[in-house]
């Protein structure tokens, strides 16, 4: 059964630092991995989708990398802001033929908090 | 504009009581999602559905069901039968192909 962890819980950090969340995963037969942004009582916001052939991808000040073979992913925020203050979670699309349902297994998140 | 709403925001539910959630969407996505949400915790799935009458049961299905009647909508009934109901739902929709899910604001419901 896959299983995904965010360490640390909780971040916070002084506004102008680049900073680092961390996603592990026990199975490695994904499709996909996705970092997400939930903002206190509304939805998830997609950040970034890296498929499981690929390495990394760029969204702005985003940066996702993804390494398949030790479970790992990390999300880098560069230059951080108050407004990137939110909950990041990571998601991996489980694996196998029959998993035609895009089903996703999430990570308990990281609340980050980026102080003025 | 295009996207999933999600309502009532808030809700609450008596024992022994049965409550509905709903969700729409006018993305034209083929497949639709549930996931509950507990504090401080990531989303579990419910159920699901990739296609219109039909749905499939995701990891945490017991006291819950669903129906998919039409394209744009996936309501989620709270059963008596769920007994820890409390909880923040989000419902979620994709397209058929490799694409990320789109979520909506989500409801709360409460134990009165």
């Known amino acids: 059964k896959q299983e995904v962890t965010q360490i640390p819980a909780a971040l916070s950090v002084p506004e102008g630092e680049n900073l680092v969340l961390n996603c592990s995963f026990t199975?490695?037969?994904?499709?996909?991995l996705q970092w997400f942004r939930q903002d206190p009582g509304k939805g998830l916001t997609s950040l970034l989708l890296?498929?499981?052939?690929?390495r990394e991808q760029t969204s702005g000040r985003l940066n996702a990398s993804l390494d398949k073979s030790s479970g790992r992913s990390t999300l880098y925020i560069a230059a951080s802001q108050p407004g990137d203050s939110a909950t990041y979670l990571c998601a991996v699309r489980r694996g196998g033929l029959r998993n035609a349902g895009n089903m996703l297994t999430f990570g308990g998140g990281t609340r980050l908090m980026v102080k003025p | 504009d295009g996207g999933i709403t999600q309502s009532p925001k808030y809700l609450f539910r008596k024992e022994g009581q049965n409550v509905t959630l709903s969700c729409e969407q006018n993305l034209n996505h083929d497949a639709m999602y549930w996931y509950r949400q507990d504090p401080g915790q990531g989303l579990r799935l419910i159920y699901y559905s990739q296609i219109v009458n039909d749905f499939q049961k995701g990891d945490i299905a017991e006291g819950y069901s669903v129906s998919r009647e039409k394209k744009e909508s996936f309501p989620l009934t709270v059963t008596s039968a769920q007994k820890n109901p409390t909880a923040f739902y989000l419902c979620?929709?994709?397209?058929?192909?490799?694409?990320?899910?789109?979520f909506g604001d989500g409801t709360r419901l409460s134990i009165l």
């Open positions: 979620a929709s994709t397209p058929k192909s490799n694409q990320p899910q789109h």
């Open positions: 199975d490695s037969a994904i499709y996909n």
């Open positions: 890296i498929q499981s052939s690929q």
